[in-house]
């Protein structure tokens, strides 16, 4: 289900190769795209995931953080925060999980399985964690975000109306006429 293509090696560094035990591995970051299933529908994501090829026995394999990155391109598909976001949150107001659990009556152990990437957090429960951490600047609204509500007709509407507004010649004859 999933392909990996090397265009992209960047930070190369070599290390020890878990099949063969030279020193002869490759680690770099190679971009794989994977699919997901969004409810009814399968979605491609991309990830930037560490691979090891081993120069020595020709084998290439996933080093670890690579199903971190995957669980991090689902959450942001989900317009979730990531668990890596979710520790910065953390770190950012200086508490520990027992701490925000207090604070936002959240279950400890539900606060460790998102940290964990083993669960992920509900749209109002990630809401919530978002609104702990400030404004867009820390959180910039990512593309996997989704309005649920789209406005009603009316509001559409009147918005347009207020936007072709732009003579002013009446509204001033309409002061003078008040004025007067
Ligand atoms: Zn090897």
Redo the contacts with the bound molecule.
């Keep these: 289900m999933s392909s990996i293509s090397s265009h992209e090696a960047e930070h190369a560094a070599m290390v020890e190769?878990a099949?063969?035990?030279?020193a002869?591995?490759i680690l770099s970051i190679q971009e794989q795209e994977f699919a997901y299933r969004d409810g009814q529908h399968e979605v491609l994501l991309h990830a930037n995931i560490p691979v090891i090829s081993?120069q020595?026995?020709e084998?290439a394999y996933t080093a670890p953080g690579a199903e971190e990155a995957q669980h991090e391109a689902v959450c942001h598909h989900l317009g979730r925060l990531a668990p890596v976001e979710i520790r910065a949150l953390r770190t950012r107001l200086g508490v520990s999980q027992a701490k925000l659990a207090e604070l936002t009556h959240i279950g400890i152990a539900s606060i460790k399985r998102w940290e964990a990437g083993s669960h992920i957090q509900n749209a109002s429960l990630d809401a919530k964690l978002r609104a702990l951490g400030g404004g867009p600047q820390e959180f910039p609204i990512r593309s996997g975000f989704r309005f649920h509500f789209p406005p009603k007709p009316e509001a559409c509407e009147a918005a347009r109306r207020w936007r072709l507004r732009q003579d002013y010649s009446s509204m001033h004859s309409q002061r003078e006429l008040e004025a007067a």
């Design positions: 190769c099949i063969c035990g030279e002869t591995g081993c020595a026995c084998e």
